[in-house]
């Protein structure tokens, strides 16, 4: 069985160091500068795209400098682990001295998700945050995943890899209830625009007065009843019980993405046409664009966020509710 010992890791990363400022100095004259303000661990199924998740994580550096620990798990097979250690520099425009920051990729097998802990905490920065990114769903619910887990300050998942919306609740729900962390979902915050641009409907005082008897609200994403279309029913449903209307909510499985809320002759419907966002208030539409947002624009929203959200967490749980209400 083949085994990482951490402090081999750290003594090829002073290694590292040593020759990426020789080589600094030959090619400026200024060396390189050292930058880390977190320890990224990211874990990953062995298939996921490699060259992608490379990209998100250059363009995270500049703003979000890290020691990034890349686990790449591979299924089953022999118990075992390996790795590799590189820097990832980029050259602020303008300057001449590069930065760098650490990566470290290991490979393991499944049988031995269990010993990442005791390779993984020895290497995490002192007295720097702990973000822990899980990219697989199946990861995520395997038992061997949770001693990892407790050692990350906070952990960023994306619950619309569940195949069961319930299911992804559930595991949020016990995640926020660890007070000692804090937990992002990335299907959450693809809906920050979303959210922002049916609010501003709302900052018109004369549309807030409209809403003064029971309202409909109907929402899709693709056809089907994904944590996505949840997290927005249970938003826009939580924002006018707060004001006292009565709402219904119903998902709908036509193959379109909106949200539409109907209260009396007051109407407004929100709709995604390809990289468009189309606000439509009493059949006046408005266009905005919206590209489908990527790894690291949402990665870089939820790294900002420093505290817990009360917003997010109230929505959760009304939307837990609602998918096993419409299941």
Known sequence: MATVAPEKILKQLAELWVTSGKQGAEESGHGVLRACTMTLVVVAEHGDDVSALGETL???????????????????????????????????????????????????SDDALGDLPSVVLPLAVPDLPVILWCRS???????????LSRMATRVLMDSGGFQAPGAAFDWLEAAVARQHQLTGDLAWTHLTRWREMLSQVFENRQNLARLAGPARVRVCDGGQATTRALYLAAWVRDGLDRLGVATGVSVSREAAT???????????????????????????????????????????????????????EKTLASAARLAYATE
């Not at 769903?137 to 001693?147: G, K, S, V, Y």
């Open 58 to 108: 250059a363009a995270l550096m500049p703003e979000h400098p890290a020691r990034a620990i890349v686990i790449r798990l591979h299924g089953g097979g022999e118990r075992g682990l390996s790795e590799r250690v590189y820097a990832q520099c980029w050259m602020p425009f303008g300057q001449r001295r590069q930065i760098c920051c650490e990566q470290v990729e290991i490979v393991a």
């Open 258 to 312: 909106f949200v539409e809320m109907s209260c009396g002759d007051f109407t407004v419907r929100l709709e995604r046409q390809g990289e468009t966002l189309v606000r439509t208030v009493d059949g006046v539409s408005l266009c905005t664009n919206l590209p489908v947002p990527s790894d690291y624009l949402l990665v870089r929203e939820e790294l900002g966020i420093v505290r817990r959200d009360p917003v997010f």
């Open 137 to 147: 769903a199946r990861i995520l619910q395997a038992a061997e995943f949770e001693p």
